[in-house]
């Protein structure tokens, strides 16, 4: 073989980002000038070259060349022996290649950065970090975690004190932040803080200060602002809707209610009750018919017209006494204008009982200006009413108007104006209706 090469040292320590050289012996041993072009092999290669590349000597001389290793310093190139060789080829002869090797061993180093994210938070009860730890170096490394609040009002604690983390790989640490009392309302706090992140290195390495970085914590109170304004809209709107059911639908309903106590409803639930009663004995007389034939007002004049009563009065039982009957009548009462006062009666009570009367309903359909004035007993005034106040008005009373035997439940119109009916022709009289509700008792014996 007309060709020898050695390097120097066989093994050789290279720190990342620095460069290291070794030489590289070449000798000629051949008769005649030769070429040689120098190719590193291994996993070094990416970061290695020889320098100058390429070498001419004459028979029987010698040569150096220099092996520059360059390692980058980060995590691509792993800490660790690396074995390597570099390939002699002889440019007239290629068939005499040597190829000398060594070991390179690259030297470990540590950097790590991190970031807290997000970097602020907000809420009533705890925030919520992350602490990304990247590891720049070229060997795992454990990182320690900690914190220190910028006050003490706030607590912050890691959920795992450590990480391990591979050349190259980022790891996460979570933390919260932990207000030390609750706001219940008012303006929003803020707590900053410090965290960190120390690694741990190997006897022998120089120490790393420790990556600090900083965050905030925002605390809110647990009733947000808008709660009092939301509180006092509510209130608002709901004094609206009851001023709105007063002023609105409660007058409807209430006159609908009274427009379904009418004298057919009153007369066909008393009859339902006194069909439920226990008949004892024979029906006492019947009631007196209320203001039989036409009665004409004083000074009423040839146009006014005769009130026309209902005889619908029931009579109560006379078997035993202090037996009640429901007892129910009507009566129908028309005056001119003008025409003075015109009245009739709609009850009369019989010998040996009493009327307990409990309700009243007057009606007013057309509509009419004037006076109604209802009378129980002995010309006892029970309501006085002027006309064109109402179309329809129900009393009920809770202590009964008791009208003794032989005493009368009348009612008087005095008629101003006549009132005209919707979609109908105006009536020349005033007309108004009176029905009456109550229970006929017999007397007891004396």
């Not at 647990?222 to 509510?234: F, K, S, V």
């Not at 006014?304 to 029931?314: F, G, L, M, N, Y």
Request: charged share 15%.
């Amino acid at each position: 073989m007309s060709l020898t090469a050695s390097l120097d040292a066989s093994s050789v320590n290279a720190a990342p980002g620095e460069e290291t050289t070794v030489p590289l012996q070449v000798r000629n041993s051949g008769p005649t000038v030769e070429e040689y072009r120098f190719e590193v092999v291994g996993a070094c290669a990416a970061w290695s070259a020889v320098e100058p590349a390429v070498l001419s000597l004459y028979p029987g001389d010698s040569g150096t060349v220099s092996l520059v290793l360059r390692p980058p310093r980060d995590a691509t190139v792993p800490a660790g022996e690396t074995p390597f060789g570099v390939r002699v080829v002889p440019t007239g002869e290629q068939s005499g290649t040597v190829v000398p090797e060594g070991r390179v061993t690259v030297l470990p180093f540590t950097a790590t950065t991190a970031e807290l994210v997000p970097r602020s938070s907000h809420g009533s009860r705890r925030g919520r970090h992350q602490l990304a730890v990247d590891n720049l170096g070229n060997t795992p490394v454990t990182v320690r975690l900690g914190a220190q609040p910028g006050t003490e009002l706030a607590r912050v604690a890691f959920v795992a004190p450590e990480l391990l983390i591979a050349p190259g790989q980022a790891e996460f640490g979570r933390l919260r932040v932990r207000p030390a009392k609750r706001i219940w309302r008012g303006t929003p706090v803020t707590h900053p803080f410090q965290v960190f992140a120390a690694t741990q290195v190997a006897e022998g390495q120089e120490p790393v200060e420790p990556v600090l970085v900083d965050g905030s914590y925002q605390q809110e109170p647990i009733l947000p602002r808008w709660l009092p304004r939301a509180l006092i809209t509510a209130a608002v709107l709901l004094i609206a809707l009851v001023g709105l059911w007063y002023a609105l639908l409660r007058p409807a309903v209430k006159s609908a209610a009274r427009e379904a106590v009418t004298p057919e409803a009153v007369r066909s639930a008393a009859a339902a009750d006194k069909s439920k009663a226990p008949q004892q004995g024979d029906a006492a007389g019947a009631g007196a018919d209320a203001g039989t034939g036409d009665s004409a007002g004083a000074g009423s004049g040839g146009g006014a017209s005769k009130p026309t009563p209902s005889p619908s009065a029931e009579a109560g039982s006379e078997a035993g006494a202090g037996a009640a009957t429901p007892t129910s009548a009507q009566v129908r009462v028309r005056d001119s204008v003008g025409g003075g006062t015109n009245s009739a009666a709609a009850l009369q009570v019989p010998d040996g009982h009493t009327f307990q009367l409990t309700d009243i309903v007057v009606q007013n359909p057309q509509g009419d200006a004037g006076t109604v004035v209802v009378s129980a007993g002995s010309n006892t005034s029970v309501l006085s009413l002027g006309l064109e106040n109402f179309r329809d008005s129900d009393y009920h009373f809770v202590t009964p108007i008791l009208v003794p035997a032989g005493g009368k439940v009348t009612m008087t119109i005095d008629c101003r104006k006549v009132g005209k009916p919707v979609a109908a022709r105006t009536p020349s009289r005033c007309s108004e209706s009176l029905f009456l509700g109550g229970t006929m008792r017999a007397d007891s014996a004396g």
